[in-house]
């Protein structure tokens, strides 16, 4: 299977908004997994699972709750709509690539802007998965 591509989704930095608060929380919280694409997806939820907000790869969401027994299949269903799953990376996880890049290419890492470190990380994502 090919490797599962991923919009990283980046604390105070992406902007794929316009989801109802509820949705994105369970997001955040990890109960649930979020996919992203320019045409109608598959949904563990029905109707309810089934949502339009702001274009990120497109202005279709799905929602895919993990434990449900048709996950795997419906996942693989919206693969095949050229679906990408959002990957929630936090503020942190960008702070520690901005602190491990000054540690092997020097300090000046430290006042790169945060836009720049972060098409950084994206690109090393990209590079290394």
Known sequence: MDKLKKVLWIEGHSRCLGLPKHIWQAFLDGQIELWNAARPLYSTEGR?????GEFCRGIFYAVINPDSADA??????????????LEFVP???IEKY?????????DYVLDAEYD????SYVGHRRRNG
Do not use: F, K
Not at 98 to 106: F, I, K, N, S, V
Not at 116 to 119: G, L, T
């Open 48 to 52: 309810e699972g089934l949502l339009q």
């Open 91 to 93: 503020e942190s996880e």
């Open 98 to 106: 901005r602190a491990d890049m000054a540690q092997e290419y020097g």
């Open 116 to 119: 720049e470190v972060v098409m």
């Open 72 to 85: 795997e299949d419906l996942r693989e269903r919206n693969r095949s709509l050229d679906a990408q799953m």
